[in-house]
């Protein structure tokens, strides 16, 4: 079996007895990139030479017997949101050729910390707008199960990187539900963290009050190996909290007995794909009958969601993607006669047009005379949605629900359409909108043709360790993370 | 229809009704949302970082200091603190903003309210002691954006102020005359100083001014059409346009002609304002809550530190100064200016029975030669007690008030102390009957003349004699004893 295959928590072991070296992952990861590559496009770049030099100074650093972190030597492939220093970081965007990033983000510091090695930049929808990668300025990624389909967005390259076992966990960002939806479509573990469990800073922002980094991975282990390596306080961003970081590891007991799981009915819904829904109930009594409680609950500002999220994410994206104005950085028209035809020129050739669009929204619902109809009441109705969750969690320990309506559609099918596209985020942006953390884990796959489906497990602010053990359990329960894509 | 403007608008009285917004730089070490400094003067773009950069993914983290001076500003003024307050966002697109928009604070500011006491005498030295209080409706804290650069064929944009702390002091329309607008922002850059709150050194920039004005008829309660003008530098560039502005209002209501609500520029070697925009392009500036930055609450205790920084204010120390050393106004005026002057001061006429004498000294001598030889107060080679010990040699008939004089150049000159000097120059003052008898003798031999003279009835003669015996002394004789000794010699 090639390296690239196994878990972290399976290398990290034999890394550790020095069974293997990190140059020998750090191979066959390169490898299979170049071999894949080509067919399914996850990557916008990667370094293969640099992967290589950084996976010997590990070796060299273990030979001599220093201290290793948790990941030393694991190659961790990057979302092209994140900064990382003297790379390229162009969040799938045009307007951002041109650009290398002077600073680390503190997720990227933290997972050198851990001795993971920061690999190539992921393919995205531009600016993480999108559902599908289709948005990327520079081309579709493809779903390592069926090359025709999309593989999730926006954080789709971090999805089909991990599903193709190009690398064994990716980092992307999830603003209403770009982690999780890609990691149901490619059939692998996705993680969104309660807001402010994981510093913001270095992330390319959308949306500031929705935005969180999270891990993608093979396994629920491995998962938690990476939310503990990312997560914490950090000095730089003030909305991080300062709660502790508990070694999620070991939450992973595979014993549900006696928790409580709520279903709530605002998520089966008519309009969803009865195979998808036949998985998830299917999951459900998985989880039941391994000792779990299940209740029904209610989440009544569930419809609204969607609604708010459009709101409150596009008025703060119009202020985010400002500052892209060919002054400092990027790229930048020529020939402009003055500044305002400078803004324009530029931003209306490096900008596409889900961008464009959601600019355009944000813009309107933060102008005189429409903030309070609009804004103001999202904001209203967000403390609503919040609520809906809090009052739930008084009833069980965590949710589960399917984490999209439905398997990955096909490149195109919806890409004129953008409210179908946003319909595909309608079980995951209310978790972004009360700030709590969820996890997509494997549960099962539509028949014909194969595409996996997700579950998904929420829980309270900071409640990582509960879902990761529900997901853990449910996972240790069933096979799914066996099946491997044929590309 | 200007034509047509009839005698009575001609004839209307009008009132001026001008509110400010101040911009002041406050005083911290570092930026006010990262930690690059905010030195002056440094190459273009060498004091940046990704943060004040503006660039992709960087994220604000505030400045406490800053929030804390802002506070003692609110303090300083009388103004409500805040308990919570928040940071919103303020968007419009311009070369020197690096995001795009402004981090500043739209509807829960941290000061609000409070109060600026100014007085006349800063205009009129004759109007001294009146004073007349202006309102402020709040003080909030924003960032500073870069500085654009226009060359022959390109522009450049300087971001080292980027980021800088800027307070907004926004006052009611209460002032009513550009000298009122001129004493109010004296008096508000004198406690900005006092607290240690800015430096509001006009040269650097630091504080900039936006001046709304509006004239209605007297006696007319609502406030007529209001006008902005932007950006202005100078106390005296705010004077005249205010001059000129409220000027070209009441003119243009006199000729019956309509004002418009629009932002105005001041151009300064013209001396006139110009239209920049009207109501109708007025930015929407699209404010909503900074997201990236958690909302401000104070607890009690940390305000309870800041208030402990609070320091006297300078017309309360004026007063105070006048009835408890019972010095002028004036030399209260003079002494309270500086925080560090008025302590030398107080330190010296604690340490003396004549406080008059000693701010005489210092307002006179003192900052005259410190002045002449650019030194602040602080540097000073004279030393508080050494001043007492002066007056004190005078007071006491030790030394003549002329001889005080060249015992104070030397002072100045070495460091040393008052008694020390007039010890080594043999400088004491001569009021032995003995000597000054000899030297009384000496002159009425040499001067038969004026001698008639006085004898004569000629009063003034006297005044002659006694320079002449003054000069044989070498100034060190006590001029009354001296007068005193003649009189007794020549009537007797
Ligand atoms: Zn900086």
Redesign the interface.
């Known amino acids: 079996m090639n390296l690239n295959e196994l878990t972290i928590h399976e290398l990290s072991g034999r890394l550790a007895k020095k069974e293997i070296a990190a140059a020998d992952l750090a191979r066959d990861v390169v490898a299979r990139t170049e071999a894949v590559e080509p067919r399914l496009h996850a990557f916008l770049e990667w370094n293969g030479g640099e992967l290589l030099a950084a996976a010997r100074d590990v070796d060299e650093r273990r030979a001599r017997g220093e201290a290793m972190g948790p990941l030393a030597g694991i190659p961790v492939g990057i979302k092209d949101v ?2 990382v220093k003297g790379h390229t ?1 162009r ?1 799938g965007s045009k307007i ?1 050729q041109g ?1 290398v ?3 680390d ?1 503190t997720v990227i510091a933290k997972l050198r910390a851990a001795g993971a090695i920061p690999f190539g930049r992921l393919n995205m929808d531009e600016f993480a707008m999108g559902s599908s990668t289709e948005n990327s300025a520079f081309g579709v990624t493809r779903n390592p199960w069926d090359l025709e389909r999309i593989p999730g967005g926006s954080s789709g390259g971090s999805a089909a990187a991990v599903a193709a076992s190009e690398t064994p966990a990716t980092l992307g960002s999830d603003t209403g539900g770009s982690i999780r939806q890609p990691a149901s479509l490619c059939g692998v573990v996705g993680l969104k963290p309660t807001y402010g469990r994981v510093s ?6 959308f ?3 929705l935005d969180q980094i999270g891990p993608f991975a093979k396994d629920v282990t491995d998962a938690a190996l990476v939310l503990g390596a990312i997560s914490g306080k950090d ?5 991080s909290v300062p709660e502790p970081v508990p070694d999620y590891t070991k939450a992973l007991t595979g014993d549900v007995k006696g928790m409580k799981l709520g279903l709530p009915k605002e998520y089966f819904i008519p309009g969803m794909d009865k195979e998808v829904e036949a998985a998830a109930r299917a999951a459900v009594d998985r989880l039941s009958s391994l000792g779990a409680e299940i209740v029904d609950i209610s989440l009544p500002h569930t419809d609204y969601g969607l609604a708010v999220y459009y709101i409150i994410a596009t ?2 994206a ?2 985010n993607l ?4 060919g ?3 990027g790229s930048r028209a020529k020939d402009a006669k003055d ?2 035809d400078m ?1 324009g020129r530029t931003r209306g050739a490096g900008f596409g047009p889900e961008v464009t669009r959601r600019i355009i929204l944000g ?1 309107y619902v ?3 005379g429409y ?1 309070d109809a609009y ?1 103001l009441r999202a904001q209203k109705v967000r403390t609503l949605i919040r609520r809906d969750f809090m009052e739930a969690f008084q009833k069980c320990d965590a949710i589960v629900t399917p984490t999209t309506p439905s398997a990955a559609f096909k490149i195109g099918e919806k890409a004129e359409d953008p409210l179908t596209m946003y319909l595909s985020d309608i079980f995951t942006v209310n978790v972004n909108l009360a700030g709590i953390c969820g996890v997509s884990v494997p549960c099962g796959f539509t028949k014909q043709p194969k595409l996996p489906i997700g579950l998904q497990v929420l829980g309270k602010p900071f409640g990582e360790e509960t879902i990761l053990k529900v997901a853990h359990a449910y996972e240790q329960a069933t096979d799914w993370r066996k099946a491997r894509p044929a590309i | 229809m200007a034509e047509g403007a009839t005698g009575d608008l001609a004839a209307m009285e009008y009132e001026i009704c001008i509110g400010l917004e101040t911009h002041v730089q406050v005083k911290t070490r570092t930026k006010v949302f990262c930690a690059c400094p905010t030195e002056f003067g440094a190459e273009p773009n060498s004091n940046v970082c ?1 943060v004040c ?10 400045n406490e200091e800053a929030i804390r001076k802002t506070v003692l500003a609110g303090m300083l003024v009388g103004a409500k603190i805040a308990r919570y307050s928040k940071f919103d ?1 303020k ?1 419009y ?3 020197d903003m ?4 402004q981090i500043s604070q739209y509807d829960l500011p941290l000061v609000i309210g409070g109060t600026v006491e100014y007085d006349f005498g800063i205009v009129d030295k004759k109007r001294l002691g009146e004073t007349k209080v202006c309102h402020l409706t709040r003080i909030h804290l924003e960032e500073d954006v870069g500085k654009n650069f226009h060359f022959e064929r390109t522009s450049g ?1 300087d971001f080292n102020r980027a980021g800088t702390p800027l307070m907004e002091i926004v006052s009611e329309p209460d002032l009513s005359s550009s000298d009122e607008a001129f004493a109010y922002l004296t008096a508000l850059k004198e406690i900005l100083i006092y607290g240690g709150i800015s430096d509001c050194d006009m040269e650097k920039g630091q504080v900039r001014c936006d001046v709304n004005i509006s004239v209605r008829p007297k006696g007319q309660k609502e406030l007529g059409q209001k006008v902005e003008i932007k950006n202005m530098n100078t106390f005296s560039g705010v004077r005249h346009a205010i001059d000129y502005e409220s000027q070209r209002q009441i003119e243009t209501l006199r000729r019956g002609g309509k004002l418009v609500q629009e932002t105005r520029r001041w151009d300064d070697v013209a001396g006139v304002t110009e239209s920049m925009r009207t109501k109708e392009h007025a930015h ?1 500036y ?3 809550p900074e ?4 909302p401000v609450s104070l607890s009690e205790e940390w305000l309870a530190e800041v208030r402990k920084l609070v320091p006297e204010l300078p017309s309360a120390k004026r007063k105070r100064m006048v009835e408890r050393y019972g010095i002028p106004l004036y030399d209260a005026g003079v002494l309270s200016a500086d925080a560090a002057l008025a302590d030398y001061f107080e330190a010296a006429a604690k340490a003396s029975k004549n406080p008059k004498s000693v701010a005489n000294w210092i307002c006179n001598d003192l900052l005259r030669d410190l002045a002449e030889a650019k030194l602040a107060i602080g540097q000073s080679p004279v030393k508080p007690p050494h001043i007492a010990e002066l007056v004190e040699l005078v007071d006491s008939g030790r030394i003549s008030s002329k001889i005080a004089k060249d015992v104070f150049v030397e002072m100045f000159k070495t460091g040393k102390a008052p008694a020390a000097i007039v010890a080594e120059k043999g400088w004491v003052q001569v009021s032995d009957t003995g000597a000054i008898g000899k030297f009384c003798d000496e002159v009425i031999a040499a001067n038969p003349k004026i001698v008639a003279d006085f004898k004569a009835g000629k009063e003034v003669a006297l005044n002659a004699l006694t320079g002449q015996v003054m000069k044989l002394s070498k100034g060190k004789a006590n001029p009354q004893a001296v007068r005193d000794a003649l009189r007794a010699k020549l009537t007797g």
């Open positions: 994140l900064n970081c969040c951002l650009y990033a002077p600073y983000a913001r800073f270095g992330l390319v922002a949306a500031s009050s000095p730089n961003d003030s909305t008025a703060e119009s202020a400002a500052r892209f104005d002054v400092r950085y500044p305002i803004y813009t933060l102008s005189s903030y804004y | 990704p950069l503006g660039y992709p993914g960087s994220l604000p983290v505030i966002r968007n697109f311009y070369p690096p995001k795009n928009y944009v929407d699209r404010y909503f997201p990236d930055l958690l």
